[in-house]
């Protein structure tokens, strides 16, 4: 933030024109997140027990299958967004931007290694 | 306009986003009522979520992926104590943030703002959020 111009001053702390796509995408999410999270409540309630051959069994299926792998994204899109509001509420040093490019890495390397391992399974390599 | 206060006031006007600049009462100011805690928790339940529950299901699904040895450690970990009580905060983070996150939801649409009405659901929703946890681990170790 410059100093000196009345321009220099506020050049840059105006809206960064995604506020609203962040907000409606959080909405959205957080409606496929209710969705696909309760459906693995529910199924984690309905299943016998929780052994590996029943979970393996259950989550092979292609409807299970289908669900944990969008509960998977839903939540970890979720996730992202609402992380990046802690971090630019209470950052405000250079570790901002570093945090905000970890965020993402962790995202959506978190997101990609939960979607492999349901396909993975769905498709029978784990036997 | 050429008293010293006015001049004063366009020295100040020139000094904004600088320094001096009022600041909005913040949370020491008010008194705590039900929705400052309900939001706040929406934020705890839902960070913690993020930062601990997704590691969590990560490992559920890798150990799954990894075969029965894998899953044999995934499982030891999630009954010792300290894995019951991890299991049990997850799932209560969940159905609070759930809730609270209903509310949000309802309060977007420009609903629920009347001071009564906001009072009432900011106090079910965490009492919810508790019940429903307690329903949940009722149904999974009594059936």
């Known amino acids: 933030m410059g100093n000196g111009t009345s321009i220099g001053r506020v050049r840059g702390l105006g809206s960064a024109k995604g506020g609203v796509h962040h907000w409606l995408v959080h909405r959205f999410t957080a409606l496929s997140n209710l969705l696909t999270v309760l459906f693995l409540v529910v199924s984690i309630l309905l299943l016998p027990d929780m052994s590996y051959g029943t979970v393996v069994e259950w989550i092979s299926r292609p409807v299970p299958a289908v669900m944990i792998i969008l509960l998977v994204v839903s939540v970890f899109w979720h996730a992202r967004l609402g992380l990046q509001i802690l971090i630019e509420d209470y950052v405000h040093d250079a570790n901002k931007l570093f945090l905000l490019i970890a965020l993402n890495l962790a995202a959506i390397g978190g997101g990609a290694f939960g979607v492999f391992c349901v396909i993975r399974l769905a498709l029978g390599a784990h036997a | ?143």
């Open chain 2, 1 to 143: 306009m050429t008293l010293p206060q006015a001049r004063g006031f366009v020295s100040a006007m020139a000094n904004a986003g600088t320094k001096n600049r009022p600041l909005s009462p913040h949370l020491q100011i008010w008194k705590w009522g039900p929705h400052m805690f309900v939001s706040i928790l929406h934020r705890i339940t839902g960070d913690g979520m993020a930062l601990v529950g997704l590691g969590v299901l990560l490992w559920w699904l890798g150990a799954l992926a990894g075969g029965p040895a894998s899953y044999a450690t995934f499982a030891w970990a999630m009954t010792t104590p300290i894995g019951y009580l991890v299991l049990v905060g997850i799932s209560w983070a969940f159905f609070s943030h759930m809730c609270s996150g209903l509310r949000h939801l309802v309060l977007d649409t420009g609903a629920g703002y009347e001071l009564k009405v906001n009072k009432t659901w900011a106090t079910i929703c965490p009492i919810a959020g508790v019940l429903l946890t307690i329903a949940f681990w009722a149904i999974l170790l009594l059936r």
